[in-house]
């Protein structure tokens, strides 16, 4: 078994990415992200997009994400998967910088290894991303899960378990043997529409006793 999670939303109690745009670009970020939801430009476009109107220092943007948490479950649910010798990975379409500061601050940096899109600092206080995983993207997502799930396949892990929420897990969830898709997002809408598999949870709470009861006895 490999498991791969999502970050924002999922993860992350919020969508950290979304908050850091709201908190650091001006509002023309809602309708980028709405363009985005609309199919009309790919994630690559939209957080490119979304970092040229932001504005924040290195500071800044570590303060904001030290005000972030991860679901309260999460780290007792990486001791469970690590006690059983499954690996747990984060892939995100969002970006580094943010994550590996909640993951370190919440002590799992060690533990958890996080696929994502790079923020880079262009200025003091103007940043871009960069996109490491784009080589292998289905052209809609900047880091597609997709990549993620089927690599862990080719590897050999079997079931690859994937977690998530929103509308960037598509591909993640398209591929993946097992999906949980987190209550009232567009994921489970998603996966009802495609007739795609999946467990409902609430929070990583519901997955770790799923995982206790149902997945490994
Ligand atoms: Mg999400
Ligand atoms: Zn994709």
Redesign the pocket.
């Known amino acids: 078994m490999y498991i791969i999670c999502?970050?924002?939303?999922?993860t992350a109690v919020n969508?950290v990415g979304n908050l850091l745009f709201r908190t650091f670009a001006d509002k023309r970020c809602y309708e980028i992200v709405d363009r985005w939801k609309a199919g009309e430009i790919n994630s690559k476009e939209c957080l490119l997009a979304e970092c040229e109107i932001s504005t924040a220092s290195k500071e800044q943007l570590l303060a904001f994400s030290d005000t972030q948490k991860l679901d309260a479950d999460f780290a007792a649910f990486v001791e469970y998967c690590k006690k059983l010798n499954i690996p747990v990975s984060i892939a995100?379409d969002?970006l580094d910088f943010y994550i590996n500061r909640i993951v370190a601050k919440h002590g799992l940096i060690n533990e958890v290894p996080v696929f994502a899109n790079s923020l880079k600092f262009t200025g003091n206080e103007t940043f871009t991303a960069e996109f490491p995983f784009w080589g292998h993207s289905c052209g809609e997502c900047g880091n597609c899960k997709g990549y993620h799930v089927r690599k862990a396949q080719e590897s050999g892990f079997s079931p690859v378990v994937y977690i998530?929420?929103?509308l960037?897990?598509r591909c993640g969830a398209k591929a993946a043997d097992i999906v949980f898709a987190?209550r009232d997002?567009d994921?489970i809408r998603y996966c009802q529409k495609y007739e795609i598999d999946f467990h409902e949870y609430e929070n990583f709470s519901d997955i770790l006793s799923f995982f206790k009861n149902k997945l490994i006895h």
């Open positions: 999502d970050f924002d939303g999922t969508d995100s969002g998530g929420d929103g960037s897990d987190k997002r994921l």
